[in-house]
C-alpha cells in the first residue's frame, strides 16, 4: 500500500507540474500577443502605465485604441 500510495502522490504531483506549464505557456502566448498588438498598431504611447487598481495590482491600462493601417510588403 505504501508503494502504491507513493505512485499516486508522484503521478499527482506529475499532473500538477503538467497543468502549471500549460497554464504558463498560455500567458506566455497571451503577453506576446499583446506585445505583437502594441507593436502593430502603435499602442506604446497611448498605454497608461500608472497603477490603475492598486486593490487588483493592475499596473497599466490601454487609454485609447486607434487602428492604422498594416502595409505589408
Known amino acids: ?5 507513493n505512485d499516486l502522490q508522484t503521478r ?17 502566448g497571451m503577453a506576446e500577443r499583446f506585445g505583437l498588438m502594441v507593436r502593430m ?7 497608461n502605465y500608472q497603477p490603475t487598481n492598486p486593490e487588483l495590482n493592475i499596473n497599466y491600462a490601454i487609454t ?4 492604422c493601417d ?4
Do not use: A, D, Q
Open 64 to 67: 485609447e485604441f486607434v487602428s
Open 41 to 47: 498598431y502603435g499602442l506604446k504611447e497611448k498605454i
Open 12 to 28: 499527482l504531483n506529475m499532473n500538477i507540474i503538467k497543468v502549471n506549464c500549460e497554464i504558463r505557456t498560455g500567458y506566455e
Open 1 to 5: 500500500p505504501e508503494k502504491e500510495l
Open 70 to 73: 498594416i502595409k505589408y510588403r
